[in-house]
């Protein structure tokens, strides 16, 4: 076998890995589960994390399971959390668990025949009919309360201002190394692996394999980094929240502009992270780009490379089109655009709306820069720069006697006003 952990390593994807692990990795293939938490209907990037780790997995000929936790999800993961979730209604759980399922089937075949192909599981499943007093009896007694008091995700809240923890999130290590030991029993599952938070929980799950199925039973966990920015800042934000791995609640447009986006630092770590190139070339594009920052070449490989992995390679050119259309010289680009993605690429451009009936007679230019939208101070100003030939209406530059019709809208709805070259401003006709 490949070494799956010198693989991880340098991309610098491996936190923690309990002994035995790269040994057990290089002997054979090795069955090995990562978990995905059902709080939404989608996953953000940064469970994208976890999802290469699997694809990487089976790249190098193990087996991934992919758990989604229909039953811990009832629970909620205290890892990480100073205070206690709100519990999610089976309804919405269930809307939840179908969504990433949805998500996960795009990065793995569930369906594919190969020896090491990927399994996709559901701990409601086998969860769904335990009592608590056969769990209390199976499983409690395994684990001391002295050594689930010791993993950080229990001490920090407890030490903590605020209510502490309920029982119910207490039990949550008890109920994920359960996953572990049925998995270990139903599909010879080795390996868990997961964020650097999860530690405590992968490890009871290693130990509770070992106390129900004697000591030769053997159970290994390694964990990845949690992904952070440069500036120490939480990654998989936008000024608009989180970025989606589905279009519906993050466009393909503005996924694409968020990795564009990244600094130089973290560009340089993102790349190895988020795609699969190997190790030349991913130091070739960083010669490169240290020789031409201004090019950002790192970023828009880094760009492609994650948007064709999560969204295709025809939404790539989409995206790309679509980035390029606001620095077109001519406006055919911006018109070939739908409305939201319109909107998106002037997301953060000064905006105004201005009623039909306006144009109706004509608009003239000297209102349109000031009294109906205030792009421009005054009047005065407005004549000013119109007389100087610095004002463009739609990338056309135009004088003070034009007069704005709807002939001029472009997508029957919007207007662009350009001061120079870097001064722009949107009119919406409603």
């Known amino acids: 076998m490949n070494n799956l952990v010198a693989e991880l390593q340098w991309r610098g994807?491996?936190?923690?890995?309990?002994?035995?692990?790269?040994?057990?990795?290089?002997?054979?293939m090795t069955t090995t589960y990562i978990g995905f938490d059902p709080t939404s209907d989608s996953l953000h990037i940064g469970s994208l994390v976890p999802i290469i780790l699997l694809v990487h997995l089976e790249k190098f000929g193990h087996k991934p399971i992919a758990l989604v936790g229909g039953a811990t999800g009832m629970i909620g993961d205290p890892s990480g959390k100073s205070d206690e979730r709100n519990l999610l209604d089976e309804a919405t759980l269930e809307k939840n668990v179908a969504g990433i399922k949805a998500v996960l089937s795009r990065f793995l075949d569930f369906n594919s025949t190969a020896a090491n192909a990927p399994i996709l599981v559901n701990n409601y499943d086998w969860m769904k009919d335990f009592s608590f007093i056969n769990f209390a009896r199976d499983v409690g007694k395994r684990i001391?309360?002295?050594?689930?008091?010791?993993?950080?995700?229990?001490?920090?809240?407890?030490?903590?201002?605020?209510?502490?923890?309920?029982?119910?999130?207490?039990?949550?290590?008890?109920?994920?190394?359960?996953?572990?030991?049925?998995?270990?029993?139903?599909?010879?599952?080795?390996?868990?692996?997961?964020?650097?938070?999860?530690?405590?929980?992968?490890?009871?799950?290693?130990?509770?394999?070992?106390?129900?199925?004697?000591?030769?039973?053997?159970?290994?966990?390694?964990?990845?980094?949690?992904?952070?920015?440069?500036?120490?800042?939480?990654?998989g934000k936008s000024e608009g929240g989180n970025v989606w791995l589905t279009a519906d609640k993050t466009s393909v447009y503005k996924f694409y502009q968020f990795w564009v986006n990244t600094t130089d630092v973290d560009a340089e770590k993102y790349i190895k992270i988020f795609t699969f190139l190997d190790a030349a070339t991913i130091d070739a594009l960083i010669v490169e780009h240290q020789t031409a920052p201004h090019l950002r070449v790192l970023q828009k490989r880094l760009a492609e490379e994650v948007t064709t992995l999560v969204h295709s390679a025809v939404e790539l050119e989409k995206a790309v089109f679509a980035s390029g259309a606001f620095f077109s010289p001519t406006m055919d680009d911006l018109k070939q655009l739908d409305t939201k993605t319109f909107l998106e690429v002037f997301e953060g451009v000064p905006q105004a709306e201005v009623e039909k009936a306006a144009l109706e007679n004509g608009l003239d230019m000297i209102a349109a820069l000031s009294a109906k939208t205030g792009f421009l101070a005054s009047n005065s100003d407005a004549r000013r720069e119109l007389q100087q030939n610095s004002i463009s209406l739609n990338?056309?530059?135009?004088?003070?006697?034009?007069?704005?019709?709807?002939?001029?809208?472009?997508?029957?709805?919007?207007?662009?006003?350009?001061?120079?070259?870097?001064?722009?401003?949107?009119?919406?006709v409603i």
């Open 144 to 235: 001391t309360v002295n050594y689930m008091m010791a993993k950080d995700s229990v001490k920090k809240r407890l030490s903590a201002e605020g209510e502490g923890m309920s029982f119910t999130e207490f039990t949550y290590q008890l109920i994920q190394g359960y996953d572990f030991h049925h998995l270990y029993k139903t599909y010879n599952c080795l390996l868990q692996m997961g964020g650097s938070d999860q530690w405590g929980n992968i490890t009871t799950g290693t130990e509770l394999v070992r106390r129900m199925n004697g000591e030769g039973a053997k159970a290994y966990a390694m964990t990845c980094p949690l992904i952070t920015k440069a500036d120490g800042s939480k990654f």
């Open 13 to 28: 994807l491996v936190h923690d890995i309990m002994p035995g692990t790269e040994e057990q990795l290089l002997k054979e």
């Open 395 to 428: 990338k056309e530059k135009v004088a003070t006697d034009y007069l704005i019709t709807e002939k001029d809208l472009i997508n029957n709805q919007f207007l662009m006003l350009q001061k120079g070259k870097k001064n722009y401003y949107l009119i919406k």
